[in-house]
């Protein structure tokens, strides 16, 4: 069995870095040394631990070009992307850092003596994250689960290690002990299986396929263990016929095409009122055709490829001879996983194309007829993570905002993520919340405690 796994620059498919794969051994070796880290890590003083987290935060908002010109290279992402997207990381850790010194209990009135709650750390947590955002995913992770005073033990996905393997470094620059923050790059039947089976890990927050969630949901609940799963999505974007048909149609592509379509969040169902359809259609067609794919370092490109030839294998399979394709962008030929942007038209909701999430630069497009219908047709699928709804009625916008069965709705935006509010699905998109003022809990047992004051 190799040792080590090459990374591939999914936009030229020549070999990054070689990275040394972490055994089972290895990993049960690092979750005993973030145990026996955990009493001190603990112990810091809120007001010191915040500080850290302050330059850590810092450290990697001096390295933010490193980062991204990394990710460019280690995960096939635009260049403007991968700045945003390492700028979250830094963005994440100065949001959590407030979280030591606000993490209150509650006095709860009671006969006889005094009631008080403590939130207090879970102890090791496993985050397993997913090749489409290498950073940002990891940061949602470990940032509020470092304030509340755990260790973390931290699994890049295989194909996409290089930024989380930096961001461990940085940490250690800002002043992090060694043991309170590890990433581990290896495979996920390995390193994630024992984060799953390690009595020492108390949580583990996953984010990837409803599928590989479900395995590790089922191999938690032997002991008990908490977890965070953030998983698939099909996402809707619903255009009624009086919302502004020129933004709504501008906008469209960037809310599927983004990271090409390898979002979970990514709209790629859109639900048009049938008697807008044909003018949506005239005016997406130019906006889809404009899409800049290309060289992700180019400071002009809108859309890179694909992450690998496998995951470019499954799109295309979507997207046959038979495939009812309305139009296309482009996209360049020769080396590179590369997949032009694309808009199909299945019949039904029962077409794969509108059914399932391809993950991939493809979005279908099908009528509907009212604002019941439009709910109705959203809520068809098993999913339930994000959407967006364009409407110039603001009563119609809450209406079908609290109809539609999702975690994260914009109105006349395609915005999921916003690191102050929080973020997660419905159905078999997953279970908890990351991100908000809330999630750091999340990590954190809430413990009781009654004085009596009653004499003796």
Not at 7 to 12: D, E, F, G, R, S
Not at 44 to 61: H, I, K, M, S, T
Not at 248 to 268: E, H, I, K, L
Not at 326 to 349: C, H, K, N, Q, Y
Request: aromatic share 8%; charged share 20%; net charge negative.
């Amino acid at each position: 069995m190799s040792t080590t796994f090459e990374v591939i620059n999914p936009a030229t498919e020549q070999v990054v870095r070689s990275v040394e794969l972490t055994s089972a051994e290895d990993t049960d070796a690092a979750i005993r040394r973030a145990h026996a880290a955990l009493p001190s890590w603990r112990a810091v003083a809120p007001g010191d631990r915040a500080r850290l987290l302050r330059r850590f935060a810092d450290a990697v908002d001096a390295d933010i070009e490193y980062l991204a010109q990394l990710e460019v290279v280690n995960s096939g992402h635009t260049i403007g992307n991968a700045r945003w997207e390492a700028g979250n990381v830094r963005d994440v850790l100065h949001y959590y850092a407030a979280a030591p010194e606000r993490l209150i209990g509650q006095q709860i009135p009671v006969p006889g003596g005094l009631n008080v709650t403590f939130h207090e750390p879970l102890g090791v947590v496993g985050v397993i994250v997913p090749w489409n955002f290498p950073m940002p995913i990891a940061g949602w992770g470990f940032a509020p689960a470092l304030a509340a005073g755990n260790t973390v033990v931290l699994k890049p996905a295989e194909l996409t290690p290089l930024t989380a393997l930096r961001l461990a470094e940085l940490a250690r620059e800002a002043g992090l002990p060694e043991d309170v923050f590890q990433v581990l790059p290896g495979k996920g039947s390995v390193v994630g299986q024992r984060f799953v089976e390690h009595p020492l890990v108390r949580k583990v927050v996953f984010t990837g396929s409803t599928e590989v969630g479900k395995q590790i949901m089922a191999g938690c609940a032997a002991q008990v263990k908490r977890v965070t799963l953030e998983l698939g999505g099909k996402n809707a974007n619903v255009v009624f016929d009086d919302a502004d048909l020129e933004k709504a149609a501008a906008t469209a592509p960037y809310g599927v095409f983004d990271n090409a379509g390898q979002d979970c969040c990514a709209r790629s169902l859109i639900l048009v009122q049938a008697s807008a359809y044909d003018r949506f259609m005239e005016l997406l067609e130019p906006a889809v055709r404009g899409v800049v794919v290309g060289d992700p370092g180019a400071e002009t490109t809108e859309m890179g490829p694909l992450i690998s030839a496998a995951h470019l294998a499954k799109v295309s399979s979507y997207v046959d001879e038979q495939a009812p394709v309305a139009f296309r962008g482009s996209a360049p030929e020769g080396a590179g996983f590369w997949f032009p942007p694309t808009v199909v038209t299945p019949p039904d909701l029962a077409h794969p194309l509108a059914s399932e999430e391809i993950f991939g630069p493809v979005v279908a497009v099908v009528p509907f007829t009212d604002e019941a219908d439009a709910v109705r047709m959203a809520n068809h699928t098993e999913y339930g993570l994000s959407g967006s709804i364009w409407t110039r009625d603001v009563g119609r916008a809450l209406r079908v905002s609290r109809g539609v069965e999702a975690g994260n709705l914009s109105v006349n935006s395609h915005s999921s993520v916003r690191y102050w509010t929080p973020f997660g699905g419905f159905k078999q998109s997953g279970l908890g919340r990351e991100l908000g003022p809330d999630a750091v809990t999340a990590f954190t047992e809430t413990k009781n405690v009654f004085i009596s004051t009653e004499e003796n």
